[in-house]
């Protein structure tokens, strides 16, 4: 078992930064890649960026060259490092997390944490 606790969101101005962290708990060990995906009022959620073990990135169109993604794998925790931001970034961000038993999807998720950007 994983637990993933998600913190760092808020209520910030378009252009302001803010970073997300995503602390993993339990049976750390067995985990491959992590992502960040958000979901706004009314629509699906989306994957936002993912990094694997080896620290490969992959970021959605809409967040490139803005969001960075990282992990610290001695203290087990995930980041996402959002600058420029817009009204629509406004949503829950939540981290995943998949394992070396099921790596093709997430199998933990955190609770998630708001992130308002106001125009």
């Known amino acids: 078992q994983v637990q993933l606790v998600e913190s760092g969101g808020g209520l910030v101005q378009a252009g302001d930064s803010l970073r997300l962290s995503c602390a993993a708990s339990?049976?750390?060990?067995?985990?491959?890649?992590m992502g960040w995906y958000r979901q706004a009022p009314g629509k699906e959620r989306e994957l936002v960026a993912a990094?694997?073990?080896?620290?490969?990135?992959t970021y959605a169109d809409s967040v490139k060259g803005r969001f960075t993604i990282s992990r610290d794998n001695t203290k087990n925790t995930m980041y996402l490092q959002m600058s420029s931001l817009k009204p629509e970034d406004t949503a829950v961000y939540y981290c995943?997390?998949?394992?070396?038993?099921?790596?093709?999807?997430?199998?933990?998720w955190g609770q998630g944490t708001q992130v308002t950007v106001s125009s």
């Open positions: 995943a997390a998949k394992t070396i038993y099921s790596s093709s999807s997430y199998s933990y």
């Open positions: 339990g049976d750390t060990i067995c985990i491959s890649a």
């Open positions: 990094i694997t073990s080896a620290g490969s990135t």
